[in-house]
Nanobody, 119 residues
Framework: VQFVESGGGLVQPGGTLRLSCKASRSIFKIYAVGWFRQAPGRQRELVVAQEDGGRLTYGGSAKGRFTIYRNNADNELYLEMNSPLPEDTAVYYC??????????????WGPGTQVTVSS
C-alpha cells in the first residue's frame, strides 16, 4: 500500500495543524499505522503509532500534544498537532508501523508533507 500525505504548512508555536494521509488501498487489515518525521540533518523517527486495538506508541516529545486518528472506511490517517514547537519542524510521513523493523529498513515512503513551526 502507498501513502500520500498532505496538509502541511507554516504554523505558529502554540497553534494547531491537522495532517492527512490517503492510502492507495484498504488499510483495514493493517495492524498498526503511524506518523513519522524527518528534520534536516536528522534520522527519520516515529511520532506516534496506533495498533489495531488502539494501543499507542509515542516517539520523542509528541505525547500529550499530537493525536493520531485512523479512518478505515476512507483509508485515511490524520495527525492533529496541538501546541507545536519549533523543534517539531520536519517533513512528516505516514506509513504502516512495523513493530520489529527499524524505521530505516522500511521499504517505501510517500512524498511527505513539510511542517514548519515558526512565529
Amino acid at each position: 500500500v502507498q501513502f500520500v500525505e498532505s496538509g502541511g504548512g507554516l504554523v505558529q508555536p502554540g497553534g494547531t495543524l491537522r495532517l492527512s494521509c490517503k492510502a492507495s488501498r484498504s488499510i483495514f487489515k493493517i495492524y498498526a499505522v503511524g506518523w513519522f518525521r524527518q528534520a534536516p540533518g536528522r534520522q527519520r523517527e516515529l511520532v506516534v503509532a496506533q495498533e489495531d486495538g488502539g494501543r499507542l506508541t509515542y516517539g520523542g516529545s509528541a505525547k500529550g500534544r499530537f493525536t493520531i486518528y485512523r479512518n478505515n472506511a476512507d483509508n485515511e490517517l490524520y495527525l492533529e498537532m496541538n501546541s507545536p514547537l519549533p523543534e517539531d519542524t520536519a517533513v512528516y510521513y505516514c506509513n504502516e508501523f512495523l513493530l520489529l523493523t527499524p524505521i530505516d529498513d522500511y521499504d517505501s515512503w510517500g512524498p511527505g508533507t513539510q511542517v514548519t513551526v515558526s512565529s
